[in-house]
């Protein structure tokens, strides 16, 4: 992620709406977030204030707490949560109809200032100067009242039920969508694909696995729960399997259930050292190992010879971009995929407590602060 330029004085010009927002702030790293009330600047142009249904707690805003994104969120005190869906509760005049006052919204996350050759093609969410809310320059979705700079950054949510459990869909739901559909040209319906890591993204991961590419699926990861809540999520197959790491030896157990071929796609929502170095030896020829988790800054020794002579791939992948969260949301319109039975919903008051239990893997699926 490339965050620069971040401004420090970027609300000074903005004045308060009539409203002031209950919120969960982040002052200073690894100490409680303070529920406080913030003024919400008033939208200008094409700008809109979104009063906020669901704010999804993600992995990543705990990293951020802890201080492990070094320089991140910036500027401080700052309020957490990119992961959001709301209602339209203010516009600027520049506003379209589309997104007039009691709009439902998914709130897109990959917001920049500035464009460049990959906002230009579409994924904003790598841009070089990024904008982030909760991450950069902006407040995020811990709040009852979230800021918009424009309009751009919503996806109409009418039709989607529970609104406040939709949040998920603009992270959760997204990530691992742009993630396996990646993988479209490289897997064929009689392949295997490993899904490591079976939190709120890994559960949708391997739904998309089963829907978009219509793949037999191996779901993996060292909780019980987790892998009781994804076997009733996720529509499987005979031939899927679902796999315990801490339990077995899964490098053992994913060659017999391929015969000793291994699999043709790893997505990898953990994103360790340990668990590069234990999935890449189960990648058959011509693999291809998608990371999106983000546990370790850097992997294991790479297998130089393997990778070349049998043309293994490894690629990152990050968030999604605003046409594919725009798909995300028609799936779950049509009840294509299965996101309410994810969430657990608790109050902003239970912040920090959700944050120990993500501390201790104690979260099955997503906990969302609903308002």
Known sequence: MHFLHIASNLFSFRKSISVKSRAAVMKKYREPLSIEYIDVPEPRGEAVVVRIAGAGVCHSDLHLWRGELEGFP????????????????????????????????????????????FTLSGDWQIARRAAWPGIVRYNGGYSEYMYVPSSRFLVPAHGIEDLAAASVLTDA??????????????VSPDDYVAVVGLG?????????????????????????????????????EGSDLVLNAGKVDVVQEVMKATGGRGVRAVVDFVGSAKTLETYL????????????????AVGPPIP?????????????????????????????????IRYREVVRKIGLEDVMTA?????????????????
């Not at 997204?174 to 479209?184: E, F, G, I, M, S």
């Not at 030896?281 to 370790?296: A, E, F, P, R, W």
């Not at 791939?313 to 799936?331: F, H, P, R, T």
């Open 173 to 186: 739901g997204l990530t691992p969508y742009r993630a396996v559909r990646r993988l479209k040209p490289y």
């Open 281 to 296: 030896k189960v990648m058959d020829t011509k693999g291809v190992y998608v990371i999106v988790g983000l546990h370790s």
């Open 355 to 371: 944050f120990e239990k993500l501390e201790r893997g104690e979260v099955s699926g997503r906990l969302v602060i609903a308002f």
């Open 200 to 236: 709120g993204l890994g559960i949708f991961g391997a739904q998309y696995v089963k829907s978009m590419l219509a793949a037999r699926a191996i779901m993996v990861d060292v909780r019980d729960e987790a892998l009781e809540m994804a076997s009733r999520i996720v529509k499987l």
């Open 304 to 336: 130089i010879q393997a990778m070349v002579t049998r043309e293994i791939a490894v690629m990152g992948s990050l968030w999604g971009n605003i046409k594919e969260l725009y798909e995300v949301a028609d799936l779950a319109r049509r009840d294509a």
């Open 74 to 117: 910036a500027p401080l005190p700052m309020v957490l949560g990119h992961e959001n869906s709301g209602v339209v509760y203010a516009r600027g005049e520049e506003v379209p109809d589309e997104f007039k006052e009691g709009t439902p919204v998914l709130v897109f996350g990959g917001w920049y200032d500035a464009e460049d050759e």
